[in-house]
C-alpha cells in the first residue's frame, strides 16, 4: 500500500497534502486509468485519474509512494474534485466583492467565515432590493416571497438552512459543513434570481427588438 500527499478533496475535510492511503489500482491499458485511495483524516475515499510517465503500468500505482509515485505518474484528475469558486453575473460591485470572498473562505474549508459571508451577501441583497426593508432576515426574505419577487421553491431550501434561521441561534455553535453547503446553495440561487437572470432575459428581450 502506497501513501501519496494530495490536498483532501471533501468538503468538510480538505486538509491540505494529506498522505493519501492508496488501496487498489484499475487500468485496462497501463497507460491510462485510476487508483482508489482514503483520506487517513476523514476517511473517505478519493480516486485519483493517472496517467504513466515512464512506462510504470498504472495498475501498479497503489503500490508505490511519494517521489516514486511522481516518477511514474500524472494525476489528471480525482473524484470528487475540490469545491470550485462560484461567479454570478451582474452583481452590484459590494455584493460581488462579499459574496466572492465566502467562496473563497468555503473552497479552503473555513465554514464559520462562509456562512458569515454568505449571510452577509445576503443581507446586502435584500437591502439593495428593499432598503425600507425591517425585522430579522429570515423574516425580510419573505417578505420578497409575498410579493412573488422570490419563488417558493428557494423558501423551501432556505428552511433547511440553520445558520440563515432566527437571529441569535446562529452564534451559539458553529455551523456543520452539510448547513454551510445548503446555505451557500441559497445564496447562490438567491443572488442568480436577483441579478443574473432579470440581466438575462433583459438581453434576451433585447435580441427580438427591432432596429
Ligand atoms: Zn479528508
Redesign the pocket.
Known sequence: MGTVPFD?P?VG?L?KT?GLELMYSHSPSGVKGSTFGF?P??Q?GVILYLEWKNRKAVGEAHKLSGSQFWENYRIIDSAPTPPARDVVANLPDKIGMVFDEAEANFADGRHMSAATMYRKSIELTLKDLNPEGKGMLNARIRALQKEEAVPDTLIKLLDTVKFLGNEGAHDDEPPSPEDVERGRDFTRLFLVYSYELPARVEAALAKDEPE
Do not use: N
Request: positive net charge; hydrophobic residues 20%; charged residues 10%.
Open positions: 483532501c471533501h475535510c486538509t494529506v483520506c483524516v476523514c473517505k
